[in-house]
């Protein structure tokens, strides 16, 4: 599963590039490998992927230079979401659209987005940041699911971290779902169907930490 392997690579090293890496965590500079598995976190974000019939050494190593990092990599396990609260379905259609309403929210210099509740439906919207002025306010937003079940709570959302999220599920050409608890600042997860077809090449979980708004 190369391409599995250097398709995976290519998104985790836009975590473990990022500019929030502390230099006292040396260990978020490298994704780790173990088994079947692969993962890259920066604190904020979590990138987990099995790949079918992988077989790594335990071992975090830094993919810009191919260097092992060494030092413990953290308690990945404990941030997965099980016992669910709220699920949503996202269809390829759904991905591309959230896609290209962060890419128009992105592009009108919005640094965040809100995910909250709009006549029923779970929506994604610009969040005006109180230190960031913005000439007009951005009238956009993109449904992606309709609310049955769980707190319409919002959620704040750096805008690179979830555009990056959106960017990995959409290569992988395949349905998608988003997992969150009624807890508005517990980080959601984005994951694989849990069924798969001829297109999927391996399974995965994103972790995304919602921003605390202070208001």
């Known amino acids: 599963m190369k391409l599995a392997y250097e398709k995976a690579i290519k998104h985790m090293a836009k975590i473990t590039n990022g500019q929030s890496n502390s230099i006292s965590r040396p260990v978020y500079k490298g994704v780790r490998h173990y088994g079947n598995t692969l993962s890259a976190t920066d604190g904020h974000r979590l990138l987990y992927i099995e790949i079918e019939d992988g077989n790594y050494k335990d ?14 990599y953290p308690n990945i396990e404990r941030l997965f979401l099980g016992d669910e609260d709220i699920k949503i379905i996202l269809d390829t259609e759904v991905i591309k659209g959230i896609k290209n309403a962060l890419t128009c929210i992105k592009s009108a210099n919005y640094k965040q987005v809100k995910l909250m509740d709009v006549n029923g439906w779970w929506t994604i919207k610009p969040h005006e940041d109180i230190k960031m002025m913005h000439e007009e306010r951005l009238d956009i937003s993109y449904a992606i699911g309709k609310r049955v079940d769980g707190e319409p709570k919002e959620r704040v959302f750096n805008l690179n971290y979830l555009k990056q ?21 517990a980080p959601v997860q984005f994951s694989d169907v ?22």
């Open 194 to 215: 849990g069924y798969h077809n001829d297109k999927d090449d391996c399974k995965f979980k994103y972790i995304i930490c919602p921003i605390r708004i202070y208001k």
């Open 59 to 72: 071992e975090i190593i830094n993919v810009k230079n191919n260097e092992v990092i060494e030092g413990v």
């Open 165 to 185: 999220a959106i960017d990995f599920i959409k290569d992988r050409k395949s349905n998608a779902q988003l997992i969150m608890t009624d807890n508005s600042l």
